[in-house]
Structures are given as structure tokens and as C-alpha cells.
């Protein structure tokens, strides 16, 4: 069973710093496509943030955070993060780990996303 664990959200001021984590486990790059970050805020529609590539690594933004945010994961622990530098207040949010299965692409378009993890909660203070 594919399984996400997303953790490292918190309270940070406009224009810090903040990387979340995503322990995956349950999968193996023949059965999912892609590793995505989301975020949804309160009365909003959730929002795609990135997607890296499970074959390559290669990564996909949003681009309300290109330049700002970066994703990578550590095959070795299994591991996906997101480095969130120049936080603003509409960063705030709950970020969602998810996994797309084989036969999608690398897109952070949540219905290609068949697993997700629990959110962690980001609060940028302006």
C-alpha cells in the first residue's frame, strides 16, 4: 500500500524559510509516476505547487512559486521534500504530499494523484 507521511510545517515569517518532508513508502517506480506537493487554504481551491518525476527527477512548479520553492527527494530515505524560501502570506496553507500511479505524467494537476498523505500546516505571518 502506498503510503505518505507529510511533516515539517509551522509558523514563519514572511520571507523565511521552511522545508517539509514526505516519507513515502509502499511503491516502486513501475507503480507511481510522480511525487506532488499541494496546498489548500481555507474556502479555497487546492492548488497544484509542484510534481517530480519518478524515472528521472525531474521537477514541474507552479508558477506562482518558481524561484521561490524547490522539490527533491532522497531516494535513499525515501524521502521527498519542499524547500520553501521567500515565504509569503499567500503561501499559508495545508501542504499535501500525493502520488500520481504509473501512466500519468509529472504534472501537479490533483486528480492524476491517487494517494495522498496528511497535510502539514504552513502559516506565513506578514
Known amino acids: 500500500e502506498v503510503q505518505l507521511q507529510a511533516s515539517g510545517g509551522g509558523l514563519v515569517q514572511a520571507g523565511g524559510s521552511l522545508r517539509l518532508s514526505c516519507v513515502v513508502s509502499?511503491?516502486?517506480?513501475?507503480?507511481?509516476?510522480?511525487l506532488g506537493w499541494f496546498r489548500q487554504a481555507p474556502g479555497k481551491e487546492r492548488e497544484g505547487v509542484s510534481c517530480?518525476?519518478?524515472?528521472?527527477?525531474?521537477?514541474y512548479y507552479a508558477g506562482s512559486v518558481k524561484g521561490r520553492f524547490t522539490a527533491s527527494r532522497d531516494n535513499a530515505k525515501n524521502t521527498l521534500y519542499l524547500q520553501m524560501n521567500s515565504l509569503k502570506p499567500e503561501d499559508t496553507a495545508g501542504y499535501y504530499c500525493?502520488?500520481?500511479?504509473?501512466?500519468?505524467?509529472?504534472?501537479?494537476?490533483?486528480?492524476?494523484?491517487?494517494?495522498w498523505g496528511q497535510g502539514t500546516q504552513v502559516t506565513v505571518s506578514s
Open positions: 500525493a502520488a500520481a500511479p504509473s501512466g500519468y505524467g509529472c504534472y501537479p494537476i490533483s486528480p492524476i494523484y491517487a494517494y
Open positions: 517530480i518525476s519518478s524515472s528521472d527527477g525531474s521537477t
Open positions: 509502499g511503491f516502486t517506480f513501475d507503480d507511481i509516476a510522480a
